[in-house]
C-alpha cells in the first residue's frame, strides 16, 4: 500500500508488513529499506536531477538568451519618438540634430525624413542617439542588430547613409557632447574623447582617438546608393538588416560599454534623393553559444531520460 501525507511518502509492504518512509522532497529514506523499493527510489533520484537539469534551462531561456532592445521606434507610430537641437549626450534623449540641420519627425506619415540637397551643408548633417547600456543589466550580449526601413526617392543621384555605432566607456565624463552633428557627408566627429570619455567604433573595435575617427569611411555599416525607385511608398521601402559582432575586440561584450551612441549621417549631391526612415531598431543579442548551451542541455536530459527507460 502507497500513501502520501505532505511531502512524506509512505510505502507498506503487506507481505512482511515491513514500512518504509521516503521523503519526496529530499529523497532521504528512512526505516526499513526494501530491495523492491530500488527502482522507485533510483525514478526519484532521477526525477530530482531532470528537475535541476530543466530548471537550469529555463534559467537560461530567461536570461542568456534574452535580447535586449535598445531603440525601437516608429513602425506606425510616434509613440517615443523626438528630435531635438543639439548633440548628444548622457543625459539628452531621443534624437538629437544640429540647429540648422534638416531632419525632422513626420507626425502625420510616423517617419524621420530630409529632404535637403543642399549637397555638403549642415542640414545634412547627422541625427544621433545615445542610450545608456550600464542601467540594462547586460551581461553577454555581444551582437548589435540594426534593422532600418527607409525610402529614397525623388532626385537624380543616388544617396548614402553612414550608420555610426560608437561605444562609450565613462572615465570621467562631463554631460557634454559626445558627437557633433553639425558634420557632414555623412561624417560624425568624435567629441566624446574631449569630455571624459574612451571611445569605441563597435564596426571594427578600435579605439577612436580623434575627432576625425568619426568619418564616413569609417562608419560601422555604410549603405551606398540608396534609391526606392522615385517611391517615398511603405509598400516600396528598402530594408536594411545588420548584425555586427563584437566578439573578437579587446571589449567583446557589450556590458563592457557604459553608452552606445548611433548616428545617420547623409551624404547627399545637389540632385541627390531625399530620404525618410520608417522604422529603425537596435537590439542587443547574446553570443550563438548561449542558444548551444541551452541545447546542451536539453540534450543531456533527452539521453538521460532514454537510458532510464
Known amino acids: 500500500m502507497i500513501t502520501i501525507r505532505s511531502h512524506i511518502l509512505k510505502i507498506e509492504d503487506s507481505a512482511d508488513l515491513e514500512i518504509c518512509y521516503i521523503c519526496a522532497v529530499t529523497g532521504e529514506v528512512s526505516l526499513i529499506l526494501l530491495p523492491k523499493l530500488e527502482p522507485l527510489i533510483a525514478k526519484i533520484e532521477m526525477k530530482k536531477i531532470l528537475i535541476g537539469i530543466f530548471g537550469v534551462a529555463a534559467l537560461a531561456g530567461t536570461s542568456l538568451l534574452a535580447e535586449v532592445t535598445l531603440i525601437d521606434e516608429l513602425d506606425g507610430t ?23 540641420s534638416a531632419w525632422a519627425h513626420g507626425v502625420g506619415n510616423s517617419w524621420i525624413y530630409n529632404t535637403s540637397v543642399a549637397g555638403g551643408a549642415a542640414s545634412d548633417g547627422a541625427l544621433a542617439q545615445s ?6 543589466g547586460l551581461t553577454g550580449e555581444n551582437q548589435l542588430q540594426f534593422n532600418m526601413t527607409y525610402s529614397a526617392w525623388n532626385g537624380v543621384t543616388d544617396t548614402n547613409i553612414y550608420v555610426h555605432l560608437w561605444g562609450l566607456v565613462n572615465d570621467t565624463a562631463t554631460d557634454g557632447s559626445m558627437a557633433n552633428t553639425g558634420a557632414q557627408n555623412g561624417n560624425m566627429w568624435v567629441n566624446a574623447i ?26 560601422a555599416i555604410q549603405l551606398l546608393n540608396l534609391d526606392t525607385n522615385g517611391s517615398a511608398l511603405i509598400g516600396d521601402a528598402g530594408i536594411a538588416a545588420t548584425t555586427v559582432d563584437l566578439s573578437g575586440y579587446a571589449l567583446n561584450t557589450l556590458a563592457q560599454y557604459d553608452y552606445l551612441v548611433v548616428g545617420i549621417a ?10 525618410a526612415i520608417h522604422d529603425i531598431s537596435v537590439t542587443a543579442v547574446p553570443e550563438p553559444s548561449s542558444y548551444a548551451l541551452l541545447g546542451g542541455m536539453l540534450a543531456l536530459s533527452y539521453v538521460m531520460v532514454r537510458r532510464r527507460s
Open 266 to 275: 547623409r551624404d547627399v549631391a545637389a540632385d541627390g534623393n531625399s530620404f
Open 131 to 136: 542610450v545608456d547600456l550600464s542601467s540594462l
Open 194 to 219: 574631449d569630455n571624459g570619455f574612451t571611445a569605441y567604433n563597435l564596426g571594427n573595435g578600435s579605439e577612436m582617438t580623434a575627432g576625425a575617427d568619426g568619418g564616413a569611411g569609417g562608419a
Open 78 to 100: 510616434n509613440d517615443g519618438t523626438s528630435i531635438t537641437t543639439g548633440d548628444p549626450t548622457r543625459i539628452s534623449t531621443g534624437w538629437q540634430r544640429a540647429g540648422n
